[in-house]
């Protein structure tokens, strides 16, 4: 079992910067991907970013050139630099991971999730 648990979440002015922090404790050995995703309200929840242990980064496009993840496996932490944000960014940020249990079989684990508001 892995636990993660985020940090970082609140309200901010549009054109404004946020820092999310991640960390997954547990049965973290087995740990490949780690990201972010998100969910506004009435959508469903969408990719935003997540980096592969071995720094293989994807990026949706509505983030690129925004947001910024970055990993330290040493501490099991991941993070989310959020810059020049606007309100369409406002959603509930999730924290994933994916464990490798086998060469077929993975698990995904969930944050609680941190609230992200974006809004003047």
């Known amino acids: 079992q892995v636990q993660l648990v985020e940090s970082g979440g609140e309200s901010v002015q549009p054109g404004g910067s946020l820092r999310l922090s991640c960390k997954a404790s547990g049965t973290t050995y087995n740990i490949n991907t780690m990201g972010w995703y998100r969910q506004a309200p009435g959508k469903q929840r969408e990719l935003v970013a997540t980096?592969?242990?071995?720094?293989?980064?994807n990026y949706a496009d509505s983030v690129k050139g925004r947001f910024n993840i970055s990993r330290d496996n040493a501490k099991n932490m991941v993070y989310l630099q959020m810059n020049s944000l606007k309100p369409e960014d406002t959603a509930v940020y999730y924290c994933?991971?994916?464990?490798?249990?086998?060469?077929?079989?993975?698990?995904?684990?969930w944050g609680q999730g941190t609230q992200v508001t974006v809004s003047s």
């Open positions: 980096m592969t242990t071995d720094g293989t980064i």
């Open positions: 994933y991971t994916q464990s490798v249990l086998s060469r077929l079989v993975r698990r995904d684990y």
